[in-house]
């Protein structure tokens, strides 16, 4: 069991957590036997309880996924390393496709009416990073809307995949070939 020793240890292990059981399949129970922290303990930094406590873990991956995904696609690099680079964070977001899909585990259940427009307007700005560097390599707008969306669904599809079977070379495969498939947008 990890040692629970700052703020910052409970939310990463309340990402755990969460990805492991879902929000609804998260009890009390389930959360003090993974944190080794005892209700009351749990209680004292989420006054709000489980919703609070889901509240911080999406402020987390929500800060973690800007980090690595999101920003490097806002650089002055040239496509094909702001592509790379954006691979490479989605790897250490998802941990090789070990982690579960986060977007996938508060879109459904209860916490779908709580984070449905932030993961809305996640999903969306995400998509249109895509098309803005696409549409800079030259390809029509239509065109690097569905290549956008496709590249989304690929690696969310390939995460839902992975958490089935748990087979990860299943995850890598997807995202080198996003890679290589990009290659033929610069070469346009």
Known sequence: MVKIVSYKDLVDKLIDIFCEYGYDG?????????????????????????????????????????????????????????????????????????????????AIGSTRDIFYSQIKNAAIYWKESLVKIIVDEGVDAREALIISEDIIISIEGALIFTRATRDYSSFNRTLEKILNSSTEITLR
Do not use: W
Request: charged share 20%.
């Open 26 to 106: 998260t009890s009390l129970t389930i959360l003090a036997k993974n944190t080794g922290l005892g209700r009351a303990s749990l209680y004292y930094h989420f006054p709000g309880g489980k919703e609070e406590m889901a509240n911080a873990v999406y402020e987390k991956i929500s800060r973690d996924f800007t980090k690595l995904v999101l920003s490097p696609l806002a650089t002055e690099l040239n496509f094909q390393t702001k592509i790379k680079n954006m691979l490479e964070g989605i790897n250490l977001f998802y941990n090789n496709g070990k982690r579960s899909c986060l977007i996938d585990v508060f």
